[in-house]
């Protein structure tokens, strides 16, 4: 197999406009030209193409690949021709491009950072969201050390969002320009001195684009799959991975009411997550969801879908990236915002609260399937795309 051999079998793609992509990459990443540019590469499209386009701009490039999780394990996954392929297809890109390439082993840290919450949220019955988590430590925080280490003036990934620098100087976080791409949601942990450091060339650009820069290329990697699960669980099989780590998990318990009644039994709280139907076993009549776990006394509350209505929701591990001085700032002067409670979930009209020192969210109407453990992202009601921060959900509030 040549380095320009397709991975996959690839399709017809329109080829862009390459003049104005490298020109695009290069005001995303505002240094002069030849200065030393990190390119975060997973072996994926996005992140290649990025590395791509910033060689093609002038900067000089430095692949680096993290290591995270136990490759063979994906090679035995069915269904999907790149699996298992990707730190392989990170370093073939870099010697098609001529950029070096390094291969860190951050997997004790993923593991500590990542795969163990993970694990232990599922265990207390909360719902994780592995990929912010790996943002919030692993990528933006122990690679951007590295990045620097390296001399890099910046570290450039593969996310679909905008960083634009405020009329006050200050660097912002916005929606990129593919709605059906944007991935603000899952970076709303990124703090403002990371930011600053940060550069996301793929922000004007939307997906079949940048399979066409891949193509003009003549990178291997052009029609390669989107990844769809979480990447240390190739089989999609979470609740096996979390038995294997948590087997204390697996204790049996009650499936009760919400209004006390015990409707059946369960063999143990990790198979349950909060807005869940399917797979309750028991049968009253009506359709019943899971609206509350009980880990402490192994119980799953369910009820009707009007009970997983939330009225407000309190915040941790939050951050800010506002025009405020800081989140409680803000909070405490009740300010209005557009809640995103899933990636997947328009944001909604609310506003900010604070209560006993404890920085919420309270909705203008209810919101269905809020669970803690999940992520809370805050938009500006007068600039939408503008990403204001969030936090984790702590605990909620059922409409009265």
């Known amino acids: 197999m040549t380095l320009a051999e397709p991975l996959c079998p690839v399709p017809d793609i329109a080829r862009p406009d390459m003049n104005a992509a490298i020109a695009s990459a290069r005001a995303a990443v505002g240094l002069p030209v030849g200065s030393r540019v990190v390119a975060a590469m997973s072996g994926g499209v ?133 709605p059906s791409r944007d991935q603000s949601y899952f970076l709303f942990a990124t703090t403002r001195t990371q930011l600053d450091y940060l550069r996301f060339p793929l ?84 359709p019943l969801f899971v609206v509350r776990l009980e880990p402490e006394a192994r119980r799953v509350v369910v009820g009707p879908r009007e009970a997983l209505l939330t009225a407000s929701l309190t915040l941790e591990e939050t951050n800010w990236l506002g025009d405020e001085p800081d989140m409680a700032t803000a909070a405490e002067a009740g300010r209005p915002v557009l809640a995103r409670v899933r990636s997947t979930r328009d944001p909604s009209t609310a506003r900010m609260t604070m209560e006993d020192g404890v920085i919420g969210v309270m909705f203008d109407q209810g919101e269905e399937g809020v669970a803690p453990g999940q992520a809370c992202a805050l938009y500006d009601p007068a600039d939408p795309d503008r990403l204001l921060g969030g936090g984790f959900i702590a605990a909620t509030a059922a409409v009265a």
């Not at 386009?53 to 490759?71: F, I, M, N, R, W």
């Not at 592995?130 to 990045?147: G, H, S, W």
């Not at 349950?272 to 139907?277: E, L, P, V």
């Open 46 to 178: 996005d992140s290649t193409v990025v590395a791509a386009l910033l060689h093609k701009a002038g900067y000089e490039v430095v692949g680096v690949t993290l290591q995270l999780y136990d490759h063979g394990a994906a090679l035995k996954k069915k269904g999907a021709c790149c699996a298992g392929q990707d730190i392989h297809d990170a370093r073939l890109a870099a010697e098609t491009l001529g950029i070096p390439h390094y291969v860190l082993d951050y997997e004790s840290q993923f593991r500590d950072a990542v795969i163990d919450q993970f694990a232990d949220s599922y265990l207390m019955g909360r719902t994780p969201v592995p990929c912010i988590r790996c943002n919030q430590t692993v990528k933006f925080r122990d690679l951007l050390d590295v990045a620097r280490d390296l001399g890099a003036e910046a570290m450039a990934t593969g996310h679909y969002v905008r960083r634009a620098v405020g009329a006050d100087g200050r660097s912002q976080m916005r929606k990129a320009i593919d």
């Open 203 to 286: 922000a004007d650009l939307e997906k079949p684009q940048v399979r066409g820069v891949a193509a003009e290329l003549g990178l291997r990697i052009a029609a390669k799959p989107d990844s769809q699960d979480i990447c240390f669980v190739p089989s999609g099989d979470y609740r096996t991975l979390i038995d294997r780590l948590r087997p204390q998990g697996r204790e049996a318990g009650e499936i009760v009411h919400m209004d006390g009644r015990v409707l059946g039994a369960h063999g143990g709280i990790t198979d349950y997550t909060i807005g869940q139907r399917r797979g309750l076993n028991v049968a009253v009549g009506e």
